[in-house]
């Protein structure tokens, strides 16, 4: 079914029918049977068959519109709308935000959209719909059978930021999905036996709505129900999940894991995404937790895309099918599960057929003086200081608004004395990259996913600069 939603307000990517999504049915979820687990919450395992049982439950309460915003908090719940959706010929709206302007766009875009929420105190202004009173194991008994699903089935528009501030949307077919979650199995080497994934990010995300989700629904693995922030929360949340276990997660989440002392239990594998991760970090979170380490690379446009092991190598290898091209000095991926040919916003230089090294966003290249760095790395020295456990530099004047670039850094570092800072820095990078202004805050303003949109950052710069004025 393909939305006719094409209202002002969000654009959207068109839907392609390729070699991955033609004519085919594949089922709604991939466990052997019935009595398999399928997700946890609180250490507890729900079964396959409950799982098919509650969404045959909440398709109903849908309502008759073709659009949901499945702001479910509970992964499992969240599962269960996703699901319910695919059953009921709907599409599934994942918005980055639920801000006032992110849902009025949303309206635009799809009128009959409705609000899927698990939390009392939901306060989206869209129709909403409660997700039902969970239901005990014995409604689970008559639901047996998989539905199937058109691969060529649109299933959900993932939103992106516009380049004139009008989000746009991209269509995610059944097919493509389901193919790219299953060579993420492959790359990962956990298709032989079932694993238990405990995630740190949001299902609405594009990489937490692969690796948490589809990764367990579509591969015979269990998904955790609970979101673990605190390094407390995402070590109980380990201990309680059966070996083998997974944790899907960020650099951010990672580093505070490291820094925050707390006792780690073992974990078989451990994948990282969002943002570039240092090998010292890296090496670090391998040693604790007696593991290895996997880093995905995609966007959401593209959905992940390819894999590497930060502490054997910087290179990246592509999913099969999946090819970079480079033109006019930009890099576009087509291929494979790829809906359509997408620039990418990063400098991808090629290594070998299907290898590539990142350096960075394009649109974090810094150049001051006539001389250039990145954001990237400028972030890499930074965070290597002693003492420092959270910072980022970011462009101090608007892109493009003076002929002078300048940079500055807003830096975590609670008793770390700013000039000694400074002195540290001017051992790693070069002067004209020092920070103007170097703000010492309590804490960044990292999203969800632990992102720091550059817009954030130089907020947070004038108002620190308003309140030092007043």
């Known amino acids: 079914m393909r939305s006719s939603a094409r209202c002002a307000g969000w654009s959207s990517t068109s839907a392609r029918t390729g070699p991955a999504n033609r004519l085919t049915t594949l089922?709604?979820?991939?466990?052997?049977?019935?009595?398999?687990?399928?997700?946890?919450?609180?250490?507890?395992?729900?079964?396959?068959?409950?799982?098919?049982?509650?969404?045959?439950?909440?398709?109903?309460?849908?309502?008759?519109?073709?659009?949901?915003?499945?702001?479910?908090?509970?992964?499992?719940?969240?599962?269960?709308?996703?699901?319910?959706?695919?059953?009921?010929?709907?599409?599934?709206?994942?918005?980055?935000?639920?801000?006032?302007?992110?849902?009025?766009?949303?309206?635009?875009?799809?009128?009959?959209?409705?609000?899927?929420?698990?939390?009392?105190?939901?306060?989206?202004?869209?129709?909403?719909?409660?997700?039902?009173?969970?239901?005990?194991?014995?409604?689970?008994?008559?639901?047996?059978?998989?539905?199937?699903?058109?691969?060529?089935?649109?299933?959900?528009?993932?939103?992106?930021?516009?380049?004139?501030?009008?989000?746009?949307?991209?269509?995610?077919?059944?097919?493509?999905?389901?193919?790219?979650?299953?060579?993420?199995?492959?790359?990962?080497?956990?298709?032989?036996?079932?694993?238990?994934?405990?995630?740190?990010?949001?299902?609405?995300?594009?990489?937490?709505?692969?690796?948490?989700?589809?990764?367990?629904?579509?591969?015979?693995?269990?998904?955790?129900?609970?979101?673990?922030?605190?390094?407390?929360?995402?070590?109980?949340?380990?201990?309680?999940?059966?070996?083998?276990?997974?944790?899907?997660?960020?650099?951010?989440?990672?580093?505070?894991?490291?820094?925050?002392?707390?006792?780690?239990?073992?974990?078989?594998?451990?994948?990282?995404?969002?943002?570039?991760?240092?090998?010292?970090?890296?090496?670090?979170?391998?040693?604790?937790?007696?593991?290895?380490?996997?880093e995905i690379y995609g966007s959401t446009e593209t959905g992940q895309i390819a894999v590497r092991r930060p502490t054997g190598s910087p290179e990246w290898r592509l999913w099969p099918g999946v090819t970079l091209i480079a033109r006019d000095g930009e890099t576009w991926a087509q291929g494979g599960h790829i809906e359509e040919p997408t620039r990418m916003c990063d400098v991808l230089e090629m290594t070998g057929r299907d290898t590539f090294l990142l350096h960075g966003r394009a649109a974090d290249l810094v150049n001051v003086a006539g001389k250039r760095s990145s954001l990237a790395y400028l972030n890499h020295q930074l965070n290597s200081v002693p003492g420092v456990l959270d910072g980022a530099f970011f462009h101090a004047d608007e892109p493009h608004a003076t002929a002078v670039a300048r940079v500055g850094a807003c830096v975590v570092a609670p008793g770390v004395d700013p000039e000694r800072l400074l002195a540290e820095l001017r051992l790693r990078i070069d002067p004209a990259f020092l920070p103007r202004p170097l703000l010492m805050v309590a804490r960044l303003p990292r999203n969800s996913t632990g992102k720091l949109p550059q817009a954030a950052l130089r907020a947070l710069a004038a108002n620190l600069k308003t309140a030092a004025a007043g």
Do not use: W
Not at 93 to 116: I, N, Y
Not at 269 to 274: E, F
């Open 27 to 294: 089922p709604l979820i991939s466990h052997s049977s019935t009595d398999a687990v399928i997700a946890y919450r609180a250490g507890q395992p729900i079964l396959a068959g409950q799982f098919l049982a509650d969404v045959a439950r909440v398709a109903p309460a849908l309502g008759p519109g073709n659009h949901v915003l499945n702001a479910c908090a509970d992964r499992y719940h969240f599962a269960v709308g996703l699901a319910a959706c695919l059953v009921s010929h709907k599409i599934s709206l994942l918005p980055s935000t639920h801000t006032p302007e992110v849902v009025r766009q949303l309206l635009h875009f799809a009128a009959d959209v409705v609000c899927l929420t698990d939390e009392e105190d939901c306060n989206i202004e869209l129709p909403r719909v409660r997700y039902p009173t969970e239901a005990g194991p014995a409604t689970a008994a008559a639901h047996t059978d998989v539905p199937r699903i058109d691969s060529a089935r649109l299933i959900a528009y993932v939103f992106t930021s516009g380049s004139t501030g009008t989000p746009v949307a991209h269509a995610k077919t059944f097919g493509r999905l389901t193919a790219c979650v299953r060579e993420e199995a492959n790359r990962l080497e956990i298709g032989e036996q079932a694993c238990a994934i405990v995630a740190t990010v949001p299902p609405q995300h594009m990489y937490g709505f692969e690796s948490s989700l589809l990764l367990a629904l579509l591969n015979g693995h269990a998904l955790c129900a609970e979101r673990p922030f605190y390094p407390a929360d995402v070590a109980m949340a380990l201990a309680r999940a059966p070996r083998p276990r997974i944790l899907v997660s960020t650099p951010v989440h990672l580093r505070a894991l490291l820094g925050s002392g707390v006792a780690l239990p073992e974990t078989d594998l451990i994948v990282c995404s969002t943002a570039p991760l240092a090998q010292q970090l890296a090496l670090g979170v391998e040693e604790r937790c007696h593991t290895r380490l996997l």
